[in-house]
């Protein structure tokens, strides 16, 4: 299944204190982290929404300007939705030190394998990991309407849609970080799982 990769880099990052986009572990920028698992994981394209333009292109990463900044999530899904040059997207948020190709594979996969779902979300527990999913084209008109009725959440605007539910990844692929403290655990060495 061809797809085009997004890594979500908009967000305010106050628990971080800066842009967590661009904060490195073993040498890598995390915005460069995702980019890379997309297109390990078979992305034709990957683009980065929001964010930092100049120092993410400083990077050699393809930049999109957020159409609706500030505005939460929803509106950059929005934003990657409308510029894909496919029928499914595969988004990433951008603070995943150990996100790999092969957990992306599944989860485009997993959507792959039921035709009439329009997203395939992991989970972590009972919460769908909603940044870190592959979705159809045709869940943008929904995730429209809910943005233009207030909606903000992702979560919520999924609420009616069939989600594919993706079984059986890492969970140390999928966690984020979002504080210094945890950003600091995938860079003491031996304790990365993306290094391993």
Request: net charge negative.
């Amino acid at each position: 299944m061809t797809f085009t990769g997004i890594v979500l880099a908009g967000g305010a990052s106050t628990r971080m204190g800066r842009d967590k986009s661009l904060l490195q572990v073993d040498g890598r920028a995390l915005v460069t982290i995702a980019a890379e698992a997309l297109l390990a994981g078979g992305a034709g394209r990957v683009a980065v929404i929001g964010g930092d333009a100049a120092q993410i292109a400083g990077l050699g990463l393809e930049t999109i300007a957020d159409e609706h900044p500030g505005a939460g999530p929803l509106g950059g899904l929005i934003t990657g939705l409308r510029a894909s040059d496919d029928r499914v997207v595969m988004v990433l948020a951008c603070d995943m030190p150990a996100i790999d190709g092969p957990s992306v594979e599944r989860i485009v996969g997993a959507l792959a394998a039921q035709p009439t779902a329009l997203a395939a979300i992991p989970r972590l527990g009972e919460r769908r990991q909603i940044l870190t999913a592959a979705y159809r084209l045709e869940i943008l008109p929904i995730f429209e309407t809910a943005f233009a009725a207030g909606e903000r959440a992702p979560r919520r605007a999924l609420a009616d849609v069939e989600v594919a539910d993706v079984a059986g990844l890492d969970r140390d692929r999928l966690g984020d970080v979002d504080r210094p403290e945890d950003l600091s655990r995938y860079a003491q060495p031996g304790q990365n799982p993306a290094s391993s």
